[in-house]
């Protein structure tokens, strides 16, 4: 959502167009075993039911953004827009769900 803003990394600002432009291009799902930014790893035990319902907070907040305002800078993408962080969210998200097989 933009809280938290880590600086970007260099590999990041050397292959983060051409990642993106790959990420961006077609339906196809995020590859797996993509590394995690550091500091964003969960590595305590969670519950299931109030994450649920805390990813579902997150998802209506974006939705309600103004997407006419903001920009998003992300630590290895660099700039996106509403759209292309849409996409991402959705790929991320879709991500997760079929790493539980949900």
């Known amino acids: 959502m933009g809280e938290v803003l880590p600086p970007r990394i260099f590999f990041g600002s050397i292959m983060g167009r051409f990642v993106k432009f790959h990420a961006l291009?077609?339906?196809d799902p995020m590859i797996r075993n993509s590394r995690?930014?550091?500091g964003f790893a969960i590595?305590?035990?969670?519950?299931?039911?109030?994450?649920?319902?805390?990813?579902?907070g997150l998802s209506t907040a974006r939705q309600q953004t103004d997407r006419?305002?903001?920009?998003?800078?992300r630590r290895f993408?660099?700039?996106l827009t509403h759209e292309q962080w849409g996409i991402l969210?959705?790929?991320?998200?879709?991500h997760h769900l079929r790493q539980f097989g949900v």
Do not use: C
């Open 36 to 38: 995690t930014v550091p």
């Open 68 to 73: 006419r305002s903001v920009r998003i800078i």
């Open 77 to 79: 993408f660099g700039n």
């Open 89 to 94: 969210m959705y790929k991320h998200l879709d």
């Open 43 to 56: 590595t305590d035990d969670r519950n299931l039911t109030s994450e649920r319902q805390g990813s579902t």
């Open 25 to 27: 291009r077609d339906d």
